[in-house]
Structure formats: C-alpha cells, structure tokens
C-alpha cells in the first residue's frame, strides 16, 4: 500500500480519538468511550489483546495463547463510531495531527499513546541477539517451543557439557515475571520432565538459575514477601543468585560481574523494560525509562493534544515522586480517568486530575503458594490462601466468560494430574 | 550435529523396531506395542500426533490446535524400550538396514513407513507455490492466519475488484475436507463475519466457491448423502462448481478448464493427495498416488523387513481391487494388524492377512448438518441426527480426556453463541 495514502476510516462530524496500543491501559479507555460522542480508532499490531500477567503459564505450557487474549472485533462487536485498524504507527507529526502507518495516514483530533513498554537490553546488543524476552503472547510462545526443542535435542546429545547448556535455564530479572517463571519451571522440573524425559538425568542435571542485580526479589513488594518468595523458590530448588549483575551472554554462557559464568544457551530476560513512544514526539517529552512525561491530566508535555496511558506515560503524582509503577492497574486506571475527561470536556464539566488508588501486588511461585501485599491495612500475607487470592485475581480479570472457563478448567485439570499436556512444538507453517 | 554420527538410542538385546511417523496408522502401531518384546523407535516431524479430521475447525478458528493434537511424550510416559525421536527421515538404505536423519543414524531390525500422504498438485508449479494446503496442524494455523489478515486488509481496500480478492474465497476439490471447509467459511460468512467487519458488505461481496473436478461432491459416499451434501452447502449460499477443472492459480485469480476464471487471492488446496514415501526404496514399490506397494502382511515389494501402513500404502484386497481409501480407519486398522502380526511372530503364530472392515463415511456440513453412510445393513442418513452422530463419533476419537472435554466445550460454546472467539493472528515471534 502507498503510505502517501490515507487510511480507509469514514469521515464524520465527531472528533476522533485516536488510541495506539490496546493493552490495559488503551483497551480501557477505549471501551470506556463507547457510546460516547466521538469516534474512536483503535490502532494495534495485533488483533487481540494480551493478558500479560499470565504469559509465564504460556511459556511453560500451563496455558494456551487463545485463553489469555481476545480478539477486539469481538469485544467491540455492535459498536458505532468504533474503528480498529491491525497495524504499526511508525511516526506521529503533531502539528499537522496526523500518525503515518504501512496502511497510510490516520489524522486525529486527539492522540493518545498507550504503546507499554519493551524488553530493555541496556543497551547490549549481544544479550538482545541472544537471550529471550517475554513481553508478547508470540515471544512467550517462541519461549516455550525453544524450551521443547532443546529438550529434544539434549536427548540426541551424548556429551555431557553441551547437555548441561540445553538443559539449563537462566532466568535474569528478580521482580515478579523472573520469579513466576522461575517457580513454574521448578514445578515442571519436579513433575513433568522426569516422566517426558526419562532417557535424561532431570533431577541431577537440570539447573534453574534466577539471577537479580539487586539484595533482593520482588522489589517494590514488601520485605516479608520478598524474603518468604526467596524462601519458596529456595525449597523448589532454584538457584536464586542475589547481588548478581549480567554483563554479557554469547548464546552460550551467561557471564556475571564477579568473574563467574553459567554454560546455558537459555537465558530469558526479565530484567526490565523501557517506554515505547511513538516516533514524532519532541525530544523534550521523553524522560526516565524512555517514557512520556505526563502531567496529572496524562497530557504529553511540549505537546497539544497528545496524551500518554500506562506503562509508556510517567507522572510524577503525591506519594509517587519517581513515577508509577509499570503495572497493570496504573494503566486500568489512568485509561479509565482519561476516558471521564474526555466525556466530563463533552459536557462542560471540570477534567479530574488522575490519583492512583494502590489496590496491592502480588506474585505467585510454583503449586500452591504466592505472596501478597495489600497496602492499606498494611497487611502481607502467603502461602496456600495467598495463590487462592491469586487465581481468583487474575481469573476474574480475565476479558470473556469463555477464556475464564477454559483458564480455569486448565488451572483445574493441571492441579490435579501435575501434567500440563500442552507440551506442544506448533508453529504456523510459512510457505 | 554430524550426519555420520549414530542418532542417541541405547542399544538392547531386544529386536528394534523403527516406525516412521505418528499419524492415526503408526499411533497405533507404537501403541499395540507397549510392552511388548521389541525396542520400539518412533521418529515424527513433530512431537505431538495430529488429529487431522477436524484441521478445518482449527483452520475456521473453531478449536485451537493444542485441542486436536496430542504430545507423544505424555501418551508413552512410563514406557520402557520406547523411544521418541523428533526428527525427519531423508533416507533409508534398506541394505545395511539404516536410516538416515539429521540427528544421525539409525539401525533398524523392522522398519515401518508410516509417513501418510502430502498435497498432491499434480505438479502444477504455480498452485503449489500461491495455493494453501491443509495437511497439517500448522498448515490450517496458517490458513486461520491468512484469512483474518486478508479480511483486516479489506478493510483499508476502498477499491471494489481489489477488495473481492480480498475477501473471496475458492475451494478446490469436493471432498469431505472441501465440503466441510466450505461448510464452516458459510457459517463464518453468515454468523460471525459481519459482526466483526461491519464495515464490508459481507452479505454481497463475499463468495465462497466450491470447485469439484467430478460431477458430484464425496466422491466415495452414497449418491443420496452426495446429494444432500450439495444441497445442504446451496442452501448456505456456497457456490459449488461441479465438473470444474482448475488449471492455473496465479495469486490473483483461478483459472477454470472452461476458460473461465474466479478473481481471488485465496485458493484452499483439497484436490488431492500422494503418499510420502521415504527415499532409498527400490522404485519397484511404488505404485498409483506415489504410495507403496504392500502385500497383506504390509510388507512393502521388493523389500525385506520393511512394511508400510495408512496413507502411504496400497494394498489390494478382495472387495478393494484399486486399494483402500485412504482414510484414518484403514490406517488405524492396518497399525493394529501389524502390531499383531510382530506380537504372533515372537510367539511363534501364525500371521493375519490384513482385511479392512468398513465402518462407514461421514462428513458434516455446517451447523447442525451432516450426512452419514453406513455400508452394513446400507444406511444413509443426514441433518442433525447426522450430525450428532459425527460430533459424538469424533469426540469419542479424539485423544485424551482432557482434549475431549475441551473440544466439547469449545463445540457448545461456539453452538449457543455462534461466534468463535479464537480469531486470532498468532504467530510464534522468531527473531
């Protein structure tokens, strides 16, 4: 298609709202403008949505893709003035308001940027050629085929050291994404691949590295939940490497700041993430963590019209001097509060300033145990009714009755027989 | 890894037998042999076993493939002299008794082809190159991929002609895959397109074409469920062409014997099929459809321990003087056979000529249709009592009881609401 084009959206007298990005924080406001009086174009790469918490169960075969995305047309099914379009913007020109897109040009009356937030090498391009992310449905599934097939070959594999660097696993990042996959590899570790591979020594051989640059895990939870999640992967068997900062991984060691390294062709990376703005902008608009500065009604600085949700936006707000956390809920939230603002303008009515109401985190390590902070009361709490408060969590935040049943009836059979049986190499056959 | 060197199987005292491909025929055949007195190998592309009658529904975005497929590590657990190897056979030297693949050699005592049958475009370049085939698991993942970017892609097509390739669909050969593809894409087309694309036409400009060499559709059923098929897919709007010779397929349109041609950029290649035979066999053993010749002991011609089931072999019997169709239950009858027949062997029986029992054909036609012959009493019925019989016939056929119920599941939900909801472009992320 000539990108001198304009992208095919029908014209109309309402004022369009542009949101690129249908993660948390774009899918919310987006479904909180329907029936409203402008017309809105969604625009995303992909013609879902993805549940990003549950992306370490699709890397280990715990989940299927399918139950933890959702497709936008059918969430937007029956809605008027509702436009979504599967593409990439490549630049935004903010003074003639308009996004240029492999599909042509899409102007706008106002812009928001909900694009979240990459995987951040820290600019080590060796490690980024290397190791594995895991901030897509597709990158998890890539993970998971590439967990399989080094399984495979270890089996062909006769010599022990190069066995040793299929069969082991690195896991870089001790917040919570590093340490649930650390736990459910444990987990398959201990139930499945003694029985999958049993020409393979498991229990000997296989090692499962978690390595944080900081003294602790879960930073931003509290010290108890820290330590009782050190605690859990300890008992499980993981190698947790606390202190420990990577320097550089080949594709075949990963190498530590002390001098140490660890022979693994494996190593996923979870060690942090950076805004993902949309090319265009003013330089002045980028901050920390290559994100927007927003002010307290998300409106991109040194910009007209342009708004920032989620993780890609950073505001610094009473009681967050160095921003939000890069999570789910701040981005539910801010969508939510940006949607009001564009209805309250419709009405006349005074824009709210955004305030974020901090409703608790939590992770989940392996079978049958998570920890969880809630912070006002200031309670932190563990164990077995901790992941119960997990499961239903997530369950419920889950988009469509469907995925809620398949994802619990999956957590339901996996429970009980210790088996996921999605162990599965498919990938789409290109021609 | 170095082709020269011996692929990783401990060597037994116990006679090794080497079964090529884990379709409905060698399934069965490694299954029949659990604890028997062999060392069994089964080599797949694949480390999973695909259940190929219902690819259509993972193509249509009806099931997901995890659903219909199952691993094969999960179905052996437990097995001793059972070994899985994930691997493509290039070669066999039936002399020295050896197969070659790139994980290495590997000594046979018995070797079974299992290897099924590919598309066969009866070596028409251009239609093997534009058309998408829908032979395996990933191949109808592929073609649930490039139906939904297709239909995205419509959507910023303003251009009339252009959009009809788009959205246009052909189906060439009338089959059971062919009619039950154009089946589910008329249901798509009336339940669940346009709600989704309200934007295009749906009703008016999409065509799906059925394109049938022969002069009726199933060829193989009663002419009574032939009809009713053809009259059932009318009904929905299919436009089935019979007596339609397709000649050229360019990417841009299908060219018709007559002279005539459907301008689309979509072409479902179900006209055919060839068995896979592997390399290195004496040209003497292939026959009709590139399959192999066999006695009723499945040994192939002019070969010495070496036999063949399923797809990729042609066995003339009494009652099937041009071969058996080639179909799951043959293939399922003929693993069991010949299973029998090594057992009887080590106990010193006698062999068992193999003889097919037919069970029936069935094929369904969209929501709620089906016809069914039944060759002893003849019976053939069709409409819901059809299709009941069909859903509850595979149901029961599927793998594992967890597939089952989500299969199921995934069956009532998508009957009650009539929208799928895995219309989903997922495509594994490879860097």
């Given at each position: 298609m000539d990108p001198t084009t304009k992208i095919n959206i029908p014209e109309s007298d309402l004022e369009r709202i542009v949101i690129v990005g249908g993660g948390f924080g774009g899918l919310k406001l987006a479904r909180s403008l329907r029936r409203s009086n402008y017309q809105v174009v969604l625009i995303d790469k992909n013609n879902y949505h993805q549940f990003q918490p549950l992306f370490y169960q699709v890397a280990m075969a715990g989940l299927e893709p399918s139950s933890i995305v959702f497709p936008f047309r059918k969430l937007f099914q029956g809605e008027k003035n509702m436009y979504i379009r599967v593409t990439e913007v490549t630049d935004v020109d903010p003074v003639a308001k308009r996004l240029q897109t492999p599909l042509g040009h899409c102007n706008y009356d106002h812009l928001i940027i909900a694009t979240g937030a990459d995987t951040n090498y820290f600019g080590n391009e060796r490690i980024q050629e290397h190791a594995l992310p895991m901030k897509s449905v597709a990158e998890a599934l890539y993970l998971r085929n590439n967990i399989l097939d080094d399984y495979e070959d270890a089996l062909t594999t006769p010599e022990y050291d190069p066995r040793q660097e299929l069969v082991d696993i690195a896991i870089v990042g001790g917040g919570p994404t590093g340490v649930e996959l650390a736990g459910a590899l444990a987990e398959m570790k201990k139930h499945v691949l003694p029985k999958d591979y049993p020409e393979l020594h498991i229990e000997e051989e296989v090692d499962i590295y978690l390595i944080q640059a900081g003294d602790h895990l879960l930073k931003g939870m509290s010290p108890e939940s820290s330590a009782k999640a050190l605690r859990y992967l300890e008992d499980m068997g993981v190698k947790v490497l606390l202190n420990s900062r990577v320097?550089?991984?080949?594709?075949k060691a990963v190498f530590l700041k002390d001098g140490t390294s660890i022979p693994t062709q494996k190593v996923i990376w979870a060690a942090g993430i950076k805004g993902e703005p949309i090319r265009g902008l003013p330089e002045s608009a980028i901050t920390y963590g290559n994100r927007l500065a927003v002010d307290r009604y998300h409106r991109v600085k040194d910009c007209e019209d342009i708004y920032a949700v989620g993780d890609v936006a950073y505001m610094e707000e009473e009681g967050w001097p160095q921003g939000h956390p890069q999570v789910a809920q701040v981005a539910i939230q801010m969508g939510k509060n940006l949607a009001g603002n564009f209805k309250r303008r419709k009405k006349g009515k005074e824009l709210t300033a955004f305030s974020y109401h901090d409703k608790g985190s939590m992770a989940t390590i392996g079978r049958a145990r998570a920890v969880v902070d809630i912070p006002k009361p200031s309670i932190h709490f563990g164990g077995i009714f901790a992941w119960l408060v997990w499961l239903l969590v997530h369950l419920f935040a889950i988009l469509g009755t469907k995925n809620k049943l398949f994802v619990f009836l999956n957590w339901v059979v996996n429970y009980i027989n210790?088996?996921?049986?999605?162990r599965l190499i498919i990938k789409p056959k290109v021609k």
């Open positions: 320097t550089d991984f080949d594709g210790y088996n996921q049986s999605l």
